[in-house]
């Protein structure tokens, strides 16, 4: 496989987690006065951000990989926790921000909803699938 190629179908999805890295490394920001609305905001962030991240991994395995559909699904969805436990554990380390396995849950809830839609292929917003 051509070094263009892989850089093509990887190189969104690794630009994709350096956001996701870049907004966990910065402090945590002022909340707003309505705790239901802050945490709203911030936990629909996280499932889109991880939606997002899943539909990018599986599409960057699809086309540099051999992989059945089913080693598709299981490894994008795998990979996807993972760097959002990652990101979590990596929280720990930033000033005013502590890692929550509930963040944890709702990016793996996002990553989970994204490959439900791209296997019912009800996901036609994405011709890059």
Request: proline share 5%.
């Amino acid at each position: 496989m051509s070094v263009k190629k892989l850089a093509r179908y990887w190189w969104p999805t690794l630009f994709w987690m350096g956001v996701i890295f870049m907004f966990s490394s910065r402090p945590v920001t002022p909340a707003s006065q309505i705790f239901w609305q802050d945490f709203l905001i911030k936990k629909t962030g996280h499932f889109i951000a991880y939606f997002i991240l899943a539909v990018l991994l599986y599409r960057s395995l699809k086309s540099t990989t051999r992989l059945s559909l089913t080693l598709l699904f299981l490894f994008t969805i795998t990979l996807t926790i993972a760097y959002a436990a990652t990101d979590e554990f990596h929280q720990s380390f930033t000033p005013g921000r502590e890692p929550h396995l509930r963040d944890v849950a709702i990016d793996s809830l996002g990553a989970m909803t994204a490959v439900y839609f791209i296997f019912r292929r009800s996901v036609d917003l994405f011709p890059v699938l």
